[in-house]
């Protein structure tokens, strides 16, 4: 028994902030932003908009592709660390706009690795029988926990979803999924902000990284991961038709190519157009490339992220 992507989809709010929209905010350069990160432009949530809604659009379009009734899904899972509220999760809120009712609906948080964390969780429970259909969303409003002041972090992030539906199926689909994780890294990325911790609860929910200390974890932990998901599959250097990495910056993405042996063109960037939408870039970015056809049916995927936690995760899919 396999899991399998019978649909994609993806939201981006309407609102565009480019690199010289923020050469007015901040003391940077478009120029200092495209050469270090690749990134051009970001989306921003509407005001009277939240992560949850984001999700719903995402959803709906995955749904529509996979031509999946809401009725039929029977697990809703969003990775996401930019909830609408404490609780109701994320995807008990998606679960009721979308008319689902009984299945489990849960979010989760790995920072940047959400929706790989919630692919991986969701594969294992297809394989295990306890669900058929699964909708797995990755959706993020970062700019809510942005510091419009820190020059060193508001130009990086934006926001959006992206969505997949999985089915049972006896042809794979999700071939091997790998996550991990290691907190002593805690300190380098992280957002405050949270209910329980009385002493940081005054930093009042913004993100702080530490940047080029996560560049070069990031890069060291991403290339032990794709050797180790090549070995474990016994795929050669170059065996992925596309690599669909987490969005974070160009010069992350061109190292664990070239570690992968997979030339730039059958790498699918968005990071030019949505920067790092955390755990919603890698579904994001498999639905630009499903959509314009560059995806097709029997194509060998690698999806991968790394992020805050540190959390790290890959996911072998034949599409
Ligand atoms: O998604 C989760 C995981 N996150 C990541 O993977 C992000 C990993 N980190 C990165 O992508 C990069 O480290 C950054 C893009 C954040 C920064 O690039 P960098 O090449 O590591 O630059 P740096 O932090 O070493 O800074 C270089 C210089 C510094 O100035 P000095 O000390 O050399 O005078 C910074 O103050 O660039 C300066 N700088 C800026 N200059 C203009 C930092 N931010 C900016 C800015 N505009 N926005």
Redesign the pocket.
Same mark, same amino acid.
Not at 26 to 29: G, K, L, S, W
């Given at each position: 028994m396999y899991s399998r992507i019978i649909g994609t989809g993806a939201y981006l709010p309407e609102k565009v902030l480019t690199n010289f929209d923020l050469e007015k905010m #901040?003391?940077?350069?478009d120029e200092?932003?495209r050469t270090?990160?690749g990134i051009e432009r970001r989306h921003i949530v509407g005001d009277d908009e939240t992560t949850s809604d984001l999700a719903y659009r995402a959803a709906v379009a995955a749904l529509d592709s996979a031509g999946t009734r809401p009725a039929d899904i029977d697990l809703v899972l969003v990775g996401t660390t930019t909830p609408d509220l404490i609780f109701p999760n994320v995807g008990c809120l998606l679960q009721e706009r979308l008319g689902i009712r009984g299945g489990p609906a849960f979010s989760l948080e790995a /920072?940047?690795s959400g929706f790989l964390y919630a692919l991986s969780v969701a594969d294992q429970m297809i394989r295990g029988g306890q669900v058929v259909r699964a909708l797995v969303v990755g959706a993020e409003s970062m700019s809510r926990i942005i510091d419009w002041t820190d020059?060193?972090t508001c #130009?990086?992030f934006g926001d959006g979803a992206g969505a997949v539906v999985l089915e049972a199926s006896d042809e794979p689909g999700v071939m091997y999924t790998s996550l991990g994780a290691d907190g002593r890294y805690r300190d380098l990325?992280y957002a405050s902000g949270g209910v329980s911790d009385r002493v940081r609860q005054a930093e009042a929910g913004t993100l702080k990284?530490k !940047? =080029?200390e #996560? @560049?070069k974890v /990031?890069v060291k932990t991403l290339e032990s991961m794709v050797d180790a998901v090549l070995e474990s599959n016994r795929l050669d250097k170059g065996a992925i038709d596309w690599l669909i990495p987490?969005q /974070? =910056?160009i010069r992350?993405i061109k190292a664990t190519a070239k570690r992968l042996q997979v030339p730039m063109e059958r790498v699918v960037l968005t990071v030019a157009e949505h920067g =790092?939408t955390?755990a919603a870039s890698v579904p994001l970015a498999l639905d630009v490339a499903v959509r314009d056809g560059r995806i097709k049916r029997g194509d060998l995927l690698l999806l991968e992220a @790394? !992020? !805050?936690g540190f959390t790290w995760g890959a996911a072998l899919v034949r599409y």
């Open positions: #901040v003391d940077t350069t200092w932003i270090r990160t /920072a940047c020059r060193e #130009v990086l990325l990284m !940047g =080029n #996560v @560049f /990031a987490h /974070a =910056n992350i =790092n955390s @790394f !992020g !805050g």
